[in-house]
């Protein structure tokens, strides 16, 4: 795999994360937003990210543009909620299936790891059986699914529900990776879309 920094994302990125956005967008059900949209339309959804329990943790070759981000956000408005936090990946074509969208979910979870936080949902357009995947890897399992809320491309979706427990001051890792509490700092340095 070529080589790539994982960090948290800059104002910088924003125009890249919009064009891959806008793949899925226009290409995928895996979003229910059916309309492109500029970088400015998307510069509030950018500073939804400020850190603690809200981060955006991009991949970038050396000197190149973003290739894809993870993210955590805001569940639901309500305060009774903030211990919950929605996850979302989202990858350039050409980066999916090799492993990048772990690489971004290691990052993205060890710098949470300190946050008191409780659960991660992921809510998954369905069929999508490659991020189905990669979120039972990462220990989510389905807890609902919605049918046919979603109508795009003709056809309506039905939308899993997916859920992880956290545990503040636990690192989450994959399936078969044992969890252990971050080194250092809260932060580290350092396929699919959802949501």
Excluded: C
């Excluded at 500073?47 to 603690?52: D, I, L, Y």
């Excluded at 990946?89 to 949470?112: E, H, N, Q, T």
């Excluded at 069929?127 to 046919?148: D, I, K, M, Y």
Aim: glycine residues 10%.
């Amino acid at each position: 795999m070529q080589d790539l920094r994982i960090r948290s994302a800059l104002p910088s990125d924003l125009e890249a994360l919009t064009e891959i956005y806008n793949h899925y967008v226009a290409q995928t059900p895996f979003t229910f937003e059916t309309r492109p949209s500029t970088p400015a339309e998307r510069r509030a959804w950018l500073e939804r990210h400020p850190g603690g329990p809200y981060q955006l943790w991009v991949a970038a070759p050396e000197g190149a543009p973003a290739v894809g981000w993870a993210e955590t956000g805001q569940f639901r408005p309500r305060p009774a909620y903030d211990t919950t936090v929605e996850v979302s990946v989202y990858l350039a074509p050409p980066w999916v299936g090799r492993g990048l969208g772990s690489r971004l979910y290691r990052a993205l979870f060890d710098s949470i790891a300190g946050e008191k936080l409780h659960r991660a949902v992921a809510v998954i357009a369905l069929p999508n059986p490659a991020s189905v995947a990669l979120h039972t890897r990462w220990g989510f399992r389905e807890v609902g699914r919605l049918s046919e809320v979603g109508w795009k491309f003709g056809r309506y979706w039905d939308v899993g529900i997916f859920s992880r427990p956290l545990e503040p001051g636990v690192a989450v890792r994959p399936e078969g990776e044992m969890l252990t509490p971050p080194s250092g700092s809260t932060s580290s340095q350092g396929e699919l879309g959802t949501g």
